[in-house]
């Protein structure tokens, strides 16, 4: 069964920081995606990046980068320079290729991230 | 332009009343859905549409009834709600069912008293 963990509840760091959001995953296919999503108080996800299970080649944009290693099965999102307006949940997900009729995405349960200024 | 638009932002209503939450994309999107989310929980899955046909209902009480009126507007219909089914309503499209990115709309914020 497909699984996420996102075990940082909360993480707080004072602005400049750098800080990595851990996401571990479990899945039964060698085909899935891997998302990362950010939810600032005002509610609305905004996606940050979808990763295919064939791409490991880490990726950075801007400040943020995402480290992915199916080795450990883990996906992990670093950012560099913490701002304040980094502040948000940022949830880790999961998709297994499209082949059964309730497939859909697991979300992880989220980390709550506090940039101090 | 990756927008998905819901109305209304919040919404207060009684357990006898009858409402509607409102959700359009104009991505061409195939795949339309509605989760919700409780405070410090991760959305939930509740209506997948594809292609302007229910595809998945993930065993939603029959006070949530979803419509889609055509490939760009997903509604959700409230009657009789509980004061537990407050939450955060989100709407989300994504290019076709599956695993394709899923965006998604700012949310109504739904109180029931």
Redesign the interface.
């Known amino acids: 069964a497909q699984k996420v963990t996102q075990a940082q509840t909360e993480i707080s760091v004072v602005e400049k920081e750098d800080v990595t959001l851990d996401c571990v995953y479990e899945t039964r296919d060698t085909t899935y995606y891997l998302f990362w999503y950010k939810q600032p108080p005002s509610g609305e996800l905004v996606f940050l990046i979808r990763r295919n299970s064939f791409d490991e080649q880490n990726e950075i944009s801007g400040r943020y980068s995402w480290n992915f290693q199916k080795s450990t099965s883990s996906f992990n999102f670093t950012i560099t320079a913490s701002q304040v307006v980094d502040s948000a949940v940022y949830f880790c997900a999961l998709s297994e290729a499209p082949r059964y009729r309730d497939d859909k995405i697991i979300f992880g349960k989220g980390t709550r991230l506090h940039i101090l200024p | 332009d ?1 927008e998905v638009t819901q109305t209304p932002k919040h919404l207060v209503m009684g357990m006898t009343n009858k409402k509607s939450l409102k959700c359009e994309q104009h991505m061409g999107h195939r795949a339309m859905y509605w989760y919700k989310q409780k405070a ?4 939930e ?1 509740m209506f ?1 549409y594809s292609y302007e046909k229910l ?2 209902n993930e065993s939603v009480p029959s006070r949530f009834s979803p419509e889609c009126p055509n490939s760009s507007l997903l509604n959700l219909h409230l009657h009789a709600l509980q004061p537990e089914d407050s939450a ?1 309503y ?1 709407c ?1 499209s994504s290019q ?4 394709d ?7 109504t ?1 739904l109180t029931v008293l």
Do not use: D, M, N
């Open positions: 990756t410090k929980k991760p959305p899955l997948v595809s998945i955060l989100l989300a076709e069912e599956g695993s990115t899923q965006y998604f709309g700012p949310g914020r």
